[in-house]
């Protein structure tokens, strides 16, 4: 149902895509002349997703209003803290099943906003490098991400865990890329 119009370039958590297959995206954007990454961190990204923004993009797409009642009862599922339970107000229940495909679909207008900026990117689940040809292009595409990311999903990007940097001092997925030819 949703990962038709899902990105080409999201590998996260999709049928027949995997880490290693954004990996070698990764090395391809590199032998294009990409040589810097927009490298970004959103903060606590399962913890902190507004499930007003998420419902009403599952909304554009489930019409079932007994789905889409189940789906926003396993968002305030809640989670015990020291004994106690707590509602949850924001956030997905993070390893639970359906946590993964709901940060597919509010992500989606993240990739879909690169898209139409024509920007060269990889996104697994909420970890995304951005890929640029210059310094002075990255920090220009990390301002304005990062607005778009606070103003439109209400998230939060991590600044000291971002970067605007060279691949090969990054680490996307946990991994390091070498780059032989500069």
């Known amino acids: 149902m949703f990962a038709p119009n899902v990105s080409n370039s999201s590998f996260g958590f999709r049928l027949g895509r995997s880490a290693h297959d954004a990996v070698l995206k990764v090395k391809e954007y590199m032998n294009k002349g990409y040589k810097y990454v927009v490298d970004m961190d959103l903060e606590k990204f399962f913890d902190s997703v507004n499930h007003d923004i998420l419902m009403h993009k599952v909304s554009r ?8 009642k189940l789906i926003h009862l396993y968002l305030k599922s809640g989670i015990m803290l020291n004994g106690i339970f ?6 997905t229940p993070q390893g639970g099943p ?3 495909l709901l940060a597919n679909i509010l ?3 993240l990739g879909k906003e690169l898209e139409i900026r024509r920007h060269k990117f990889c996104r ?4 995304f490098n951005i890929f640029v040809k210059s310094e002075r292009a990255g ?3 990390m301002e304005s991400i990062t607005k778009f990311l606070e103003k439109k999903l209400k998230l939060k990007v991590n ?3 971002s970067a605007v940097d060279r691949p090969t001092r990054r680490k996307f997925l946990g991994f390091t890329f070498y780059h032989i030819a500069d």
């Open 61 to 68: 797409r489930v019409k079932d209003k007994r789905v889409l």
């Open 86 to 91: 707590v509602r949850s107000k924001e956030g």
């Open 139 to 141: 920090k220009r595409v």
């Open 107 to 109: 992500l989606d207008d």
């Open 159 to 161: 600044k000291e865990k």
């Open 124 to 127: 697994y689940a909420d970890d």
């Open 98 to 100: 359906l946590s993964p």
